[in-house]
Each structure stands twice: as C-alpha cells, then as structure tokens.
C-alpha cells in the first residue's frame, strides 16, 4: 500500500511538469509569431502608378496671362422697326441669311402711299408752271414799267406774284418730298452688309410704326468684353495680345478699348477685345475663356500646375519628387503660374531633369516607393 501511494504522487508530478512546459512553449510560439509580424510591418509602402503619373521638369517659355471670360458679342447689331402703319404684302428673307446693303428684306401694302407720291408730284409740276408763269409776266410788266405804261403798283403786284408762286413751289416740292419717304418706307430694305439674326414678322401681319421687325448682326468682327480685377488692371494695355478659347476652338484677338475708370461696386475695370471672325467661324454671343498676355518669360522652369501642393499650416508650396525611386517632399518657390496653361515657373527647389509626381495620386509620404505599371522598374532604380 505504501509503493502504490508512492508510484501514483511519481505519476502526478510528471503531468504537471508536462502541461507546464506545453505552456512555456505556447508562449514562445506566440511571442516569436508577434516579432515576425511586427518585423513585416516595418516594410516600405510601395504605390503603382502609371507613367502619365511623372512628369518631367523642363525648360521652356509661359506667359504671364490676365485671366478674362465674357461673351463675343458682335461688333455691329441693328434693329429694323416699321416705319409706317399697313399690311406686309411679302417677307423676303429668314433667320441666318447673308444681306447686302440696300436689299429688300420686306414690303408693305404700297398703292395709298403710290396715289399720294403721284398727286404730290403733280402739285409740284404745277407750282413750277405757276412759277414760270407769274416770271415771264413780272419781266413784262418790268419792260411795261420802265416805258411808262403801267403803274409802279402794278410792277410791285407782278413781283409779289414771282414770291408767291416760289413759296407755292417750295411747299409743293416739301409735300413731294415727304411723300417720297413715305412711299420708299413701304419698301423695308437692310441699312447694311450683314446677316439676319432674328425675323420678327411674316407677311400678312399689319404692323403699326415702330414695331420691330428684324435684327440684323456684323459679324465679321466680334468683341469680347471682360471684366479685370483691379489688381491687375496696370497690366492692361491697348494692343496686347490675347489668346482664348470659344466653342471649343483656340482663337486669339487683341486689346482694343480699356475702360478708364473702375467700377467702384466690382472693383474691376472693363476690357474689350476685337476678334478677327472674317471666316465666320465664331459664334456671336459664345462664351469665351482666355488670357490677356501680360508678359512671356523664356528659358523658364517649368512644372505642371498638377504636381504643385501647399502645407495646410503655412501655405508652403511643394511638390513630390521621385528621382530615385522614392517620393521626397521638396519645397519650391514659385514665379509665374498660367492656370490656362497648366505650367507654373520654379524659382527655386527643382533642376532640369527632375522627374515629379502629378495629378490626385491619393495619400503620398516621404520615402513611398513608386512601381510604374508598364514600367520594368521605377524611376532610379538600376
């Protein structure tokens, strides 16, 4: 009984020592999977990006431009109006269509103002033989006169005739005169070379005077007008050259008129510019977006706009740099920037060559490591 006591504690003892050492084991396992872990945490960020991601700093020229977006408005726009009240016996032209000055665009009922014309011409052709007449009498009574066989009353009354049929005449050729106007504003013709912008009428319609009836636009050459910020408004001269865009299409025109004050609510100045349209090419009333061309600097460095980044704290300016392969965050000064262009002129921080990242690449960090997708390898790297 004593050796069976013995023999069963021998046997307890040796299943302790056993879980026990199952546990320092465990623990072991689990420490040395913790260190591999951490040891695969402390691993470089690698980012793919695709070779339009880089760009590549260079040399080159940028404009210094004045932003300005207005509409192009053509350079001359006439409203025709009736200038009679009547009845449209015809309309002869439609919206887009090119007129030459003096051609008929309308007509209006004519036969009143054609009897009325006629009659005052008639008037007038009889005020001429009143007048001839009341002449060759009064040149007889002066020979009459002088001979003594008149009176001097009657000599004065047949020179008082002469005045009176003159007057007659004159009034005669006023009423033919205005009659003429009348007759002729029947007849509705372009007052210039140009193209029907809008037909306000048709034919049958009775117009009262003054009612428009036509818009017609020069568009040969076409003004852009835009407002400056007074800030830049020094940089502003007659002659300078502009470059925009309308329509999808690259154009470029000139300063013609500055206005000369600043509209103290908009603390902006007025600018117009002149745009050669003699290919009709442009639209009138397009909006346009473009540069007035302050200055040009060659030789510049030049960065897209796109790589530029500003610190939230300070404002900074920097870009990320990847010329080994691995981003650096390289503070930059700036010259001038040309939104329109997308370049932006580097002072200092850049040389030529350097190769930056561009464009909205998500979370960037010092020392990220950049994979070019279609690349074999990334900038740098042997």
């Known amino acids: 009984m004593r050796i069976a006591d013995i023999a069963l504690a021998v046997a307890l003892c040796a299943t302790t020592t056993t879980l026990i050492g199952c546990d ?5 396992a689990g420490t040395s999977a913790t260190a591999k872990g951490a040891t695969g945490n402390s691993k470089t960020r690698t980012v793919a990006v695709s070779p339009s991601d880089i760009a590549t700093v260079h040399v080159g020229s940028l404009s210094d431009g004045v932003p300005i977006t207005g509409l192009l408005r053509p350079l001359e726009s006439v409203d025709v109006h009736a200038r009679i009240d009547g009845d449209l016996t015809g309309v002869f032209v439609r919206e887009g269509q090119h007129v030459a000055k003096g051609q008929l665009l309308a007509q209006f009922e004519s036969v009143t103002q054609q009897s009325s014309a006629a009659s005052a011409r008639a008037g007038q052709a009889a005020a001429k033989a009143d007048l001839s007449q009341a002449e060759w009498n009064f040149k007889q009574s002066g020979d009459l006169f ?3 066989a008149i009176s001097e009353a009657d000599y004065r009354a047949s020179q008082q005739a002469v005045d009176a049929a003159r007057a007659r005449l ?7 005169d205005a009659a003429n106007i009348v007759e002729r504003d029947t007849r509705v013709v372009a007052p210039m070379t140009a193209v029907v912008d809008k037909k306000l009428v048709d034919m049958g319609e009775h117009l009262s005077s003054g009612t428009p009836m036509f818009t017609l636009v020069r568009s040969q050459t076409l003004e852009l007008a835009a407002t400056v910020p007074e800030r830049r408004a020094a ?3 007659l002659g300078q050259k ?15 008129r500055v206005s000369p004050t600043i509209d103290p609510n908009t603390r902006a100045i007025t600018v117009y510019v002149d745009v050669d349209n003699s290919t009709g090419a442009l639209k009138a009333n397009s909006l346009a977006t473009g540069d007035v ?17 500003q610190t939230a704290d300070s404002g900074k300016t920097y870009v990320y740099r990847a010329n080994t392969g691995r981003i650096e965050q390289v503070y930059i000064t700036l010259g001038i920037v040309n939104d329109q262009a997308g370049l932006a002129q ?11 990242m561009v464009g909205n690449l998500g979370i960037m960090s010092p020392g990220t490591e950049i994979q070019i997708i279609g690349g074999d390898r990334a900038p740098g790297k042997p």
Not at 301 to 308: E, R, S
């Open 24 to 28: 320092n084991a465990t623990a072991d």
């Open 170 to 176: 004159a009034a005669a050729t006023a009423t033919v």
């Open 235 to 237: 940089a502003i001269k």
């Open 146 to 148: 002088h001979a003594g």
């Open 242 to 256: 502009v470059s925009f865009s309308a329509q999808g299409l690259d154009f470029n025109g000139k300063v013609a």
């Open 346 to 356: 580097v002072l200092s921080g850049l040389t030529t060559g350097d190769k930056v």
């Open 293 to 309: 061309i302050a200055s040009t600097v060659n030789g510049a460095l030049l960065v897209p706009t796109t790589a530029l980044h």
